[in-house]
C-alpha cells in the first residue's frame, strides 16, 4: 500500500470530507422530498404545506407554493436549496481535488451547471432534476472507485450517512430505518473508530433499542446523531 493511500488526515480535511459528504446527500434527500410532494403543491395553498416547508426550509420565507419550488431550487440566499447545498459542496470539493479526483467533482460542476441554465429558464418542473439525482449517485459510485486513502472515503461516506438519518428523523421515518442508516455508519466507523463519541454512540444504540414516538424523543436523537462524529 501506498504512503498516499495511508497518509494522516488533518482535522480540518476531515471537516471538509464530512460537510462534503453532507451536503451531496442533503442535495439527493432534498429533490427526493420535493418530488413527493411536487404533483400536489401545483394545486394546493401554501397552507396545505406549511409542515412540510417548515421541515424542509427553516426560513419559511416563501408566499407560495410557487415561489416555495422555484426557491427550494435555486435560492443562493437560501441555505436549504438544492443551487445553495451543491455550491457548498463543490466549495469543498475544490479544496479536496487532489483527494476525491476530479472525475468524482465533475458530477458536482455538472449539477451546478444544470441548475443555473434552468435558473435563467425560470424551469420549476422538480422532474426535470432527474439528472442532478443521477449524478449525486454518481459522485458516490466514482468516490468508492476512484478515492486512494481509505480514510478519505470513510468520512465522506458517514457524512452522507449523518445528513441522512437528520433528514429521516425530522420527516417522520420509521425507527428500523433510521436504526439501519446508523449501523451502516458504525460499519464504515469499524475502520476508524475514533471518529464516534463513544457516549453518544452508546446512547444512540440504546435509543433506536427502545425508541418513543413523540417529537421530544425523535428531536433528541437528532441531536445526538448529529453530534456523534468528532470532527
Known amino acids: 500500500m501506498s504512503n498516499k493511500e495511508t497518509a494522516p488526515i488533518s482535522a480540518a480535511k476531515a471537516n471538509r470530507l464530512f460537510w462534503l459528504g453532507r451536503y451531496v446527500e442533503r442535495v439527493y434527500m432534498t429533490l427526493h422530498l420535493l418530488r413527493r410532494v411536487y404533483d400536489k403543491m401545483i394545486d394546493g395553498e401554501p397552507a396545505d404545506y406549511e409542515s412540510f416547508w417548515q421541515k424542509l426550509d427553516m426560513s419559511d420565507s416563501y408566499a407560495s407554493t410557487g415561489e416555495f419550488t422555484l426557491g427550494m431550487m435555486y435560492d443562493?440566499?437560501?441555505?436549504?436549496?438544492?443551487?445553495?447545498?451543491?455550491?457548498?459542496?463543490?466549495?469543498?470539493?475544490?479544496?479536496?481535488?487532489?483527494?476525491?479526483?476530479?472525475?468524482?467533482?465533475?458530477?458536482?460542476?455538472m449539477s451546478i451547471s444544470l441548475l443555473k441554465k434552468f435558473r435563467t429558464e425560470a424551469m420549476s418542473n422538480i422532474t426535470?432534476?432527474?439528472?442532478?439525482?443521477?449524478?449525486?449517485?454518481?459522485?458516490?459510485?466514482?468516490?468508492?472507485?476512484?478515492?486512494?486513502?481509505?480514510?478519505?472515503?470513510?468520512?465522506?461516506?458517514?457524512?452522507?450517512?449523518?445528513?441522512?438519518?437528520?433528514?429521516?428523523?425530522?420527516?417522520?421515518?420509521?425507527?428500523?430505518?433510521?436504526?439501519?442508516?446508523?449501523?451502516?455508519?458504525k460499519n464504515w466507523a469499524k475502520e476508524w473508530p475514533e471518529l464516534l463519541d463513544k457516549n453518544l454512540d452508546e446512547q444512540i444504540e440504546n435509543m433506536l433499542e427502545s425508541p418513543a414516538d413523540d417529537d421530544n424523543f425523535r428531536w433528541t436523537l437528532c441531536k445526538f446523531i448529529n453530534g456523534v462524529v468528532l470532527c
Not at 78 to 87: F, Q, T, V, Y
Not at 170 to 181: E, K, L, S, V
Request: aromatic share 8%.
Open 76 to 109: 443562493e440566499s437560501n441555505p436549504s436549496s438544492i443551487l445553495s447545498s451543491l455550491n457548498r459542496a463543490m466549495d469543498n470539493a475544490i479544496m479536496l481535488r487532489e483527494d476525491i479526483k476530479s472525475e468524482t467533482m465533475s458530477y458536482i460542476e
Open 128 to 185: 426535470n432534476l432527474q439528472p442532478v439525482t443521477d449524478w449525486m449517485l454518481a459522485f458516490r459510485g466514482s468516490a468508492a472507485q476512484r478515492i486512494e486513502n481509505p480514510k478519505v472515503l470513510i468520512i465522506t461516506a458517514i457524512g452522507q450517512l449523518i445528513e441522512k438519518m437528520d433528514i429521516m428523523l425530522r420527516f417522520g421515518y420509521d425507527y428500523n430505518r433510521i436504526a439501519t442508516q446508523y449501523y451502516m455508519l
